[in-house]
Every structure is written in C-alpha cells, then in structure tokens.
C-alpha cells in the first residue's frame, strides 16, 4: 500500500495481479487499475512525486507505469526473458530522484535493472549480488541506491545516465 503525495489516494496491490485506487477519506475504491497478464502477484506501488503516475512490480519481475487519472497501462519494461517469473519472490520498482529512470530487479533476481522511464527502454544493468535481490531504495535527491539481498549484502550504487 502506498499513499499519494497529498494523501487523499492510496494503492493496493494484491496476489491476484489487480492494482487499485482508494479515496482515503471515504475508503472506497475509485479505480480498479487492471490486472496483469496471468494474474501475476502484484508486491510494490509507486507513485510519482506529482502523483498522475503509478509504477507497479510484481513476482512475473515485469515493472509497469499506469496514468493514474486513466487506469490505463503507458509503459511495460520488457526483460529480454523471464527465468525465475511466479516464484515467491516480492520484486520491486522504483523511480530516481528525478524521475528520469525506473529501478528493478532483472530476470535473474540477482541485479539491478535501469530503465527510462518515459520510453520503457532498458538502459544498464547492474551486477553485484550472488542471492536474489530483496530489496531497491533510493537516496531522495542523487543518484545513489541501496540493495540488499538473500546473500546477506547491502550494495551501494551510483547511477548515471
């Protein structure tokens, strides 16, 4: 679950792929945001800083944008194939500081993927952990990540265009 900047929206994603909307002063659901292909278990929400976005990442590793206003889907980052797809594995998104590149796992579950956000296009990857990664957080104002992994490493990252 995740709070919009100005705290009147959350989202909630769910095992069975659905990402919705909730009116937080009346709790009730205002947008249902679509489900992934083969139902695939929805485990991290995003929104952007200006809240018109929602970036979505769930155990098929497949990160995705929605317009929030629409519901509708404006960019799939596509690995090039999906080895470790639908096991118990809670990957995540997330964006830079300036929003210019999405983070995530890669299909692998062992590095880092970097995105461009606006075109969906892979960018790098970043290699480091030997245990599949669990977790991505970013500095709020540079370009620097922390990760941590099942191989019991946290990994400091600088990521630049």
């Known amino acids: 679950v995740r709070y919009q900047s100005n705290a009147n929206v959350f989202a909630s994603c769910s095992k069975d792929g659905s990402v919705k909307l909730w009116d937080a002063v009346v709790n009730r ?3 249902h945001m679509g489900n992934t292909p083969q139902n695939a278990e929805i485990t991290s929400v995003r929104f952007s800083r200006s809240g018109q976005y929602l970036l979505t990442c769930g155990k ?3 990160p995705r944008l929605w317009e929030v206003a629409t519901g509708r889907q404006v960019v799939q980052y596509n690995h090039q194939k ?3 797809s639908q096991i118990n594995f ?3 998104a997330i964006f830079s500081p300036d929003e210019q590149f999405v983070y995530s796992v890669d299909d692998t579950g062992k590095m ?3 995105w461009d956000a606006h075109t969906g296009g892979f960018l790098t990857s970043c290699t480091g952990h030997h ?3 669990r977790w991505i957080s970013s500095s709020p104002t540079s370009p620097y990540l922390m990760t941590c992994g099942e191989d019991h490493h946290a990994k400091f990252w600088t990521v630049t265009a």
Do not use: F, K, W
């Open 112 to 114: 880092l993927s970097v």
């Open 60 to 62: 098929d590793l497949i």
């Open 90 to 92: 809670r990957a995540q």
């Open 29 to 31: 659901c205002i947008r």
């Open 82 to 84: 999906s080895t470790i």
């Open 131 to 133: 245990g599949l990664m």
